[in-house]
Every structure is written in structure tokens, then in C-alpha cells.
């Protein structure tokens, strides 16, 4: 048992780094994106996001098939994976990762469908399952990103982002997230973008601690934002065209990958 003197501490320090966060969501540098779209997925309904040399692989939501385009969106190659309900997509290692966040949406359940988030490691020229991965904290799962041989994984049900190795799949730290619903993953050298959808924001992180760094923020006329990722200067993010819930989001975007010039 802890006694009262430490239990008024404990909200004291509790009250202290609520008030922090606060701070440093207000004294963070704040901009409005200035949004191109560019192409539709194949699918129509990209809810992952990676860049490569070649293009982009696009994870969807719905056929759950993982897609190489070039940078104006000509098809390269399709795989089939066994992922479920993709919600995020990244390459690295020599492998696609995909976020396996539940049941399927739009199709008819497959075998291979779990109920509860998962990591799945792709073999990109297959599609064939190497093995899958829980979540870190467990719950669901959106957006992936791959960074020196490791994976940051969105670990929603509690609220924050997990670094693994992504050969052990060793926890090397969590940190905290400023609001709900994380989705897109972008590097940025010794920082991480991370969107927020319901928010429609994006914050940068410091990788080490979760510290605010700086906040663009999207307009309600944007195309509704997804996954994302990062590539000589640029965001781009995606518009899968679905609601929580598996609900039609209503966006005329619907289906479009997008550009945010950071300069």
C-alpha cells in the first residue's frame, strides 16, 4: 500500500505532465498543409502508405492485396497477402509489413482473418506469409513504419507508438501520442510524423520521448487522411475512403494518393 503523502504526489506529477503536454501542443509550431492529389489507388480504398525508389506500396483496406506503383501511379506489380482490414503498409529488411487490424471489410472472410490486430511479414514478390506479429499492448493496429532494422508499430490500445526489432520483435521503447485514432507513420531523421485522422493533424514526434515538435493541420475540404510517408521532402498520405466502423467516409477524395510539400 502506498500512503497518502505518496498517493498526492503520484497526482501531483500526474497533474504536472498532463499540464506539460498541454504546453507543448500550444508552443509547438503549427501550419496549414497545402494538399495536391495526385492519383487513385488500384483498389480504391488505400489505407497504407510506403514510399520506395520505385514509387509507392500501397496497402488496401479492402482486397488486402499490396500494390508496387511508380510515382504517377502506373501499376507495377500486385500481391495477395493474408492480411485483413490493411491499415498500414511499410517495406524494410526485404520485406512488405502489413497492419492486420481485425476482421476483413468488403470481402468475404478468408481462413487466414484473425479477429485481433497483428503485424503480418510478407515475402513482396509473393505475397506469401513469413510470419505474423502481435501488437505490442494488443488492440488494433494502423500505421507501420521501418527504420533502421527496426518497425514502429501504432499501438492503439494504449495510446502509443512502439519501436520493435524487427527480426526478434524485442521491444526497444513506447512513447506517448497527443490524441486518438494514430494512423500514418513517416521517419524523418531522429523524429516521427504521425497522423491523427479523427483530428485531421499531423504531429511530429521526437523518436526518443513523444515530445511535440511541430503540428500541420489539414482542412475539412482535404481528402481524408490515412496512411502516409515521407520522401525528399515531401508527406504523402492517402484517402481510403472508409470510417471507422467500415462506413463509407462520404469523401470526394475518396481513393486518392496525395502530396504535403513540407518546404
Known amino acids: 500500500m502506498i500512503d497518502r503523502r505518496t498517493f498526492l ?10 499540464e506539460g503536454t498541454m504546453d507543448a501542443a500550444v508552443d509547438a509550431p503549427k501550419r496549414e498543409a497545402k494538399v495536391t492529389k495526385l492519383f ?11 514510399t520506395v525508389k520505385e514509387g509507392f506500396w500501397i496497402g488496401e483496406q479492402t482486397s488486402d492485396r499490396a500494390h508496387l506503383v511508380d510515382f504517377s501511379g502506373k501499376l507495377i506489380r500486385s500481391v495477395d497477402t493474408e492480411s485483413s482490414n490493411t491499415s498500414g503498409i511499410a517495406f524494410g529488411g526485404g520485406y512488405l509489413w502489413m497492419a492486420a487490424n481485425g476482421k476483413a471489410i468488403g470481402r468475404p472472410a478468408k481462413p ?12 513482396p514478390k509473393t505475397g506469401k506469409t513469413v510470419r505474423r506479429h502481435p501488437i505490442p499492448g494488443g488492440g488494433g493496429v494502423h500505421g507501420l ?11 492503439l490500445k494504449i495510446q ?22 494514430a494512423h500514418g507513420l513517416a521517419w524523418d531523421k531522429g523524429a516521427i510524423w504521425c497522423m491523427h485522422s479523427t483530428d485531421r493533424v499531423i504531429h ?16 475539412k475540404d482535404d481528402p481524408d487522411p490515412h496512411g502516409m510517408s515521407l520522401y525528399k521532402g515531401h508527406l504523402y498520405y492517402c484517402d481510403a ?14 481513393g486518392y494518393v496525395c502530396r504535403i510539400d513540407l518546404a
Open 9 to 18: 504526489a503520484s497526482l501531483s506529477a500526474a497533474g504536472f505532465a498532463a
Open 40 to 50: 487513385k489507388s488500384p483498389d480504391g480504398h488505400p489505407n497504407g502508405l510506403e
Open 112 to 123: 487466414t482473418d484473425e479477429a485481433i490486430g497483428a503485424v503480418v511479414q510478407v515475402d
Open 145 to 155: 513504419e521501418f527504420n533502421d532494422g527496426k518497425l514502429w508499430i501504432t499501438s
Open 160 to 181: 502509443k507508438l512502439s519501436l520493435v526489432d524487427a527480426k526478434t520483435f524485442e521491444l526497444v521503447r513506447q512513447i506517448p501520442v497527443h490524441l486518438g485514432r
Open 204 to 219: 511530429k514526434l521526437d523518436a526518443k520521448d513523444g515530445r511535440l515538435l511541430e503540428v500541420i493541420t489539414l482542412s
Open 241 to 254: 475512403g472508409i470510417a471507422p466502423g467500415g462506413k463509407d467516409n462520404g469523401s470526394p477524395s475518396s
